[in-house]
T-cell receptor, first 117, second 111 residues
Framework: GAVVSQHPSWVICKSGTSVKIECRSL??????MFWYRQFPKQSLMLMAT?????????EQGVEKDKFLINHASLTLSTLTVTSAHPEDSSFYIC?????????????FGPGTRLTVL | GENVEQHPSTLSVQEGDSAVIKCTYS??????FPWYKQELGKRPQLIID?????GEKKDQRIAVTLNKTAKHFSLHITETQPEDSAVYFC??????????FGKGTRLSVIA
């Protein structure tokens, strides 16, 4: 299957700092990438849809000024958590959809565990 | 928008027995239904998916059935093994729209 990488795999930061997470599709072009957040023992909650060359679409309740998304190329989307606070601590996972051919399978990155002290 | 319900939330089976996880969805326009397996601290891995033009799909010990009229789909795992223990998520979407996930089922296979 297609490969999606994510960096960093984990990060610990102080409250008030900003953290950038990168998501890359390694062997296919992804015009659309998705960002999810997963709290312990819970499901994946969609935060936003990242579209290459245009503004991201945020889900209700997700602050776009706090979670900045940039999708500058067909293989890279970044999520920046600005002024992070302890309640932002979570597992952030990106995914990319391969629309090639007849399949639109969604592949997930390995996730980034963010801990805000 | 789409809403996906998943049951049960936890499931324990003896090794060798079958496990069944059920999901219902609300949007009749949804036409893609994948199942993901997630082990602790790892990414969700696609294990099987089904599209609305078929009613059943099988891959070795794993099968998925879809009833579009009733808007529900199920995952069947036969001859369960301890390595099947994980959290399983169902999801639904239309083409070009984000997946909406169920809340997950924690499967424990007891040796």
């Amino acid at each position: 299957g297609a490969v999606v990488s994510q960096h960093p795999s984990w990060v610990i930061c102080k409250s008030g700092t900003s953290v950038k997470i990168e998501c890359r599709s390694l062997d296919f072009q992804a015009t659309t990438m998705f960002w999810y957040r997963q709290f312990p023992k819970q499901s994946l909650m969609l935060m936003a849809t990242s579209n290459e060359g245009s503004k991201a679409t945020y889900e209700q309740g997700v602050e776009k000024d706090k979670f900045l998304i940039n999708h500058a190329s067909l293989t890279l989307s970044t999520l920046t958590v600005t002024s992070a606070h302890p309640e932002d601590s979570s597992f952030y996972i990106c995914s990319a959809r391969d629309f090639a051919g007849l399949t639109d399978t969604q592949y997930f990155g390995p996730g980034t565990r963010l801990t805000v002290l | 928008g789409e809403n996906v319900e998943q049951h049960p939330s936890t499931l324990s089976v003896q090794e060798g027995d079958s496990a069944v996880i059920k999901c219902t969805y609300s949007d009749s326009a949804s036409n893609y239904f994948p199942w993901y397996k997630q082990e602790l601290g790892k990414r969700p891995q696609l294990i099987i998916d089904i599209r609305s033009n078929v009613g059943e799909k099988k891959d070795q010990r794993i099968a998925v059935t879809l009833n579009k009229t009733a808007k529900h789909f199920s995952l069947h795992i036969t001859e369960t093994q301890p390595e099947d223990s994980a959290v399983y998520f169902c999801a639904a979407s239309e083409r070009n729209t984000p997946l909406v996930f169920g809340k997950g089922t924690r499967l424990s296979v007891i040796a």
